[in-house]
DNA sequence: CGGACCGATACTCTGCCGGTATGGAAAGCC
DNA sequence: GGCTTTCCATACCGGCAGAGTATCGGTCCG
């Protein structure tokens, strides 16, 4: 199968529309219609039925639609990799502020061991599809907000919760809090979607902007409250779950550079030794 | 990147050879070289080094052929996938004899619970291919021996390890043995390759023949015992390995079928439930 | 130095891919 | 019920990418 008609196929699979998945294709509605048909006889399976109102996927549809992504995905990955292997600079996939003050001593050390690493900051729980689409070598995430599926992990550091709010909140003067305590005020786990915006909060920023303004008190790694800002507090959680700040990277990845980087990496959280 | 690029490119990069990979693609040369020159314009990145003599593969080329042999499997297996979703038949993948005397009740108890499963035989070490391939869905798999990289697993039951070797053998009378009995013995693990022959075992016949040959013995789980023809004898290793065996199928799969066929063959081995 | 090997280049051709125009079925609307 | 809208399929056509043949040019070897 050529990826071209796979890929055709997925965005056909997305609108479920063949016009609007050819204007995506940035291609003509015809071409499109006879590729897909032809995808059909050269697997023998029926992809979707349409009737002259509606498409749908049949159940083989549905199952080439999530192969095909992630096949897709991989052969990407395997473009942006080669591309980048040219030279030896490693990514860094982290979210804004999600990096537990780390780092800064992270690129020093690097520095010190000629490793050449580049962060790159990304939306919240976006590091594992930059890490799948090779557009990352290693990533910052924390568990257990981010779900490192298959990959390999090496722990940084782990952290309590606190519970982020605005100065003027009526919780904000306690030195410690309790899940109890936040009986009744809206609250934001840090993944979760955010109705009140009407997308997902993809910047911790973002998270400091709405609970200042009220929306919502928000439940996050201790490490984040380095970055609070004056009109903001922050409270120990003390019955939180513990947040662990970790690096990850493909298991499969065998790269030299890497190994090096997370050992230096893990090295600037170890205990001391001289 | 098209795939029909990337397969060109590893087959180069397998034969390091432009001539022996246009015939294996089934191709002229002079293409071959454009497509891959092409490949390394458009990638921006030089993949073969080419003297006139010979062809080595750069840093890159290193990192292209293994992601790229991954991604084209991964294409490959979503269309095996999307042709097989049709009917509902589920491929279960093992080594021949290596069911542990569990393939017939579950296929029973499959028939009886109206799952449709077709049981496919390979070579040793071939099931996770397979699955990789989407040629099988799930598999029968031996813990230690068969390393399940990121499949999800079940347990079905644990063996003990036993000494396949000459009914005529100095210790073929033994009730039990120990490691320490085995030394000076050639010695066959079951995944070893095999000198003797000059190419990996695959099949548990071929270790029956060479063990009756007097090549070696063999250290194999003990469900294995139930298979032995008279000319050799089976001991128990006292202080061998545990062997487990295990259902494996990819860890992303969302199958309703798969998800029933598990259960169901799970429990041929769990205590009686009346 | 001549031959073998092997990849690159030059040139030609064909088939596929994509474009435009149009058909035709189903649903909605007055 | 006919008109319009919507949306996928068919008919037809043109251009270019990809494949083939012939040949060149560099390197190793006897």
Known sequence: MESRELAYFVAVAEELNFGRAAERLGMAQPPLSRAIQQLERRLGVRLLTRTSRR????????VLLAEG???LTALAAAEERARRAADPKLVLALKPGGDAGL?????????AEEIAVEPRFCAIGEQ??????????V??????YDEPADLATE???????????PSTHRLADRTELSRADLDGEEVFEWTDECPAVGGPIRDTGQVGTLVALGQFVAVMPESFAEYVPPNLAAVP?????????VLAWPAESRSRELARFVRVAAGVTAPAAT
Chains 1, 2 share one sequence.
């Open 237 to 245: 959680l003390t019955d939180g779950n513990t947040s662990t700040v």
């Open 128 to 137: 594992e599809g930059l890490l799948r689409g090779g557009e990352a070598d």
């Open 103 to 111: 780092l800064e001593k992270i690129l020093a050390r690097c520095a």
């Open 69 to 71: 992504r992630t096949a």
């Open 155 to 165: 722990v940084l550091l782990v952290d309590r919760e606190i519970v982020l709010m």
């Open 139 to 144: 990533a910052l995430l924390h568990l257990p």
């Open 55 to 62: 498409v749908e996927l049949t159940p083989a549809g549905e």
